[in-house]
């Protein structure tokens, strides 16, 4: 199998897909109340589009695909899509991060496409925080989406949590107490300020060693070794627990220089870095009909092109471009 190492020896295997820009929330830290400006239906990449993408980047060495958004369960025929990717050779881990209100039902036909487990967006435990944090979200729908995941045997499910303070800090220990009796991965993902406006994100930020001290007040935390699939996520458990803790820390303790990922945008540009808006387009060449060892090369040079780290505490850094939810996280 190929493999393809970037400038700074790093193993590009991982491609995280954003199928779409739309949402049916608007979290408090990823968009505007209003949304954001939307991209016309041509202008988002097709499936077989997708596809043909994915599988290029599979024989360059991609082995683990992400499918993310907006919301990637607002757009139709997801099952479809998982289906043919689980056809590309050599891609073995194909998962969804979502923000749940539509996985209820949507979790059979996933299942039977071939998808086993599955990340969920869940930051609160109160529903009517839950409602204000989405702005109007109800957390039922997506409890009875996690229910219906573990009956259909997904597994894991991780559940992504964005800390903030004093917004849901209250929180960080009855989630760390979820992980006692339930198989569940908590992730604590640290809030990071891509494209917010102006002063709406003031003192959101609290690290992850600070939630890890905070969580040691119920009991020891030990690290336990993360397989491939926790990504960046650094995973603890407590002892005794059937569950485990995870951290992202992309801003306290960044994990540039084991960075495996590439993201393709909804409307086909292939970002190499979630924090820098160097794009390099591959929808026109698709649609001009480039062939697929051309392809390949565009990705090669890509991913060669990927930075070494993240400059998004320098002084320097501008805004992003794109919202979170314009880049799929
Ligand atoms: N809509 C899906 C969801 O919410 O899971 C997928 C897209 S969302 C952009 C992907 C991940 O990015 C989610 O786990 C979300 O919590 C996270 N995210 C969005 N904005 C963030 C921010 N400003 N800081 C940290 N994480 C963020
Ligand atoms: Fe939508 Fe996910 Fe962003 Fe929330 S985090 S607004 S669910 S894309």
Same mark, same amino acid.
Request: proline share 5%; aromatic share 4%.
């Given at each position: 199998?190929?493999?393809?190492?970037?400038?700074?020896?790093?193993?590009?295997?991982?491609? =995280?897909?954003?199928?779409?820009?739309?949402?049916?929330?608007?979290?408090?830290? $990823?968009?505007?109340?209003?949304?954001?400006?939307?991209?016309?239906?041509?202008? %988002?990449?097709?499936?077989?589009?997708?596809?043909?993408?994915?599988?290029?980047?599979?024989?360059?060495?991609?082995?683990?695909?992400? +499918?993310?958004?907006?919301?990637?369960?607002?757009?139709?025929?997801?099952?479809?899509?998982? /289906?043919?990717?689980?056809?590309?050779?050599?891609?073995?881990?194909?998962?969804?991060? *979502?923000?749940? %209100?539509?996985?209820?039902?949507?979790?059979?036909?996933?299942?039977? /496409? @071939?998808?086993? =487990?599955?990340?969920?967006?869940?930051? *609160?435990?109160?529903?009517?925080?839950?409602?204000?944090?989405?702005?109007?979200?109800?957390?039922?729908?997506?409890?009875?989406?996690?229910?219906?995941?573990?009956?259909?045997?997904?597994?894991? %499910?991780?559940?992504?949590?964005?800390?903030?303070? @004093?917004?849901?800090?209250?929180?960080?220990?009855?989630?760390?107490?979820?992980? +006692?009796?339930?198989?569940?991965?908590?992730?604590?993902?640290?809030?990071?300020?891509?494209?917010?406006?102006? @002063?709406?994100?003031?003192?959101?930020?609290?690290?992850?060693?600070? +939630?890890?001290?905070?969580?040691?007040?119920?009991?020891?935390?030990?690290?336990?070794?993360?397989?491939? !699939?926790?990504?960046?996520?650094?995973?603890?458990?407590?002892?005794?627990? =059937?569950?485990? %803790? @995870?951290?992202?820390?992309?801003?306290?303790?960044?994990? $540039?220089?084991?960075?495996? &990922?590439?993201?393709?945008?909804?409307?086909?540009?292939?970002?190499?870095?979630?924090?820098?808006?160097?794009?390099?387009?591959?929808?026109?060449?698709?649609?001009?009909?480039?062939?697929?060892?051309?392809?390949?090369?565009?990705?090669?040079?890509?991913?060669?092109?990927?930075?070494? &780290?993240? !400059?998004?505490?320098?002084?320097?850094?501008?805004? $992003?471009?794109?919202?979170?939810?314009?880049?799929?996280?």
């Amino acid at each position: 199998m190929h493999k393809l190492i970037d400038n700074y020896n790093r193993n590009i295997s991982y491609l =995280r897909i954003s199928v779409t820009d739309r949402c049916n929330l608007r979290c408090i830290y $990823c968009m505007p109340e209003e949304g954001v400006p939307l991209m016309d239906h041509e202008q %988002i990449l097709r499936y077989e589009e997708i596809i043909r993408i994915a599988a290029a980047s599979a024989r360059k060495g991609v082995t683990k695909i992400k +499918i993310t958004g907006g919301e990637p369960l607002v757009r139709k025929g997801i099952p479809d899509l998982v /289906a043919c990717l689980n056809e590309i050779p050599d891609i073995n881990d194909i998962s969804i991060t *979502t923000n749940g %209100i539509l996985l209820h039902s949507a979790v059979p036909a996933l299942k039977k /496409a @071939g998808l086993r =487990r599955i990340n969920v967006s869940l930051d *609160t435990l109160n529903p009517e925080k839950y409602s204000k944090i989405t702005r109007g979200g109800d957390i039922n729908l997506l409890l009875s989406g996690i229910d219906k995941a573990r009956a259909e045997g997904l597994d894991p %499910i991780k559940i992504n949590v964005v800390a903030m303070r @004093g917004i849901n800090d209250d929180e960080i220990l009855s989630f760390a107490e979820l992980t +006692i009796e339930r198989p569940v991965h908590i992730r604590f993902i640290e809030f990071m300020p891509l494209n917010i406006k102006p @002063g709406c994100d003031k003192g959101y930020f609290i690290s992850n060693p600070e +939630i890890q001290r905070e969580i040691k007040k119920i009991g020891s935390l030990f690290p336990v070794k993360s397989d491939k !699939k926790s990504g960046p996520a650094k995973m603890f458990q407590i002892k005794g627990a =059937r569950g485990k %803790i @995870g951290f992202i820390s992309a801003l306290s303790n960044h994990f $540039c220089s084991t960075c495996n &990922r590439l993201r393709l945008t909804a409307d086909g540009k292939l970002r190499t870095c979630l924090f820098s808006d160097n794009e390099i387009d591959l929808k026109a060449p698709l649609r001009e009909g480039i062939s697929d060892g051309d392809l390949e090369e565009i990705i090669t040079k890509t991913i060669l092109s990927k930075p070494q &780290r993240h !400059k998004i505490l320098e002084p320097s850094f501008k805004k $992003c471009l794109r919202s979170m939810s314009a880049i799929g996280g």
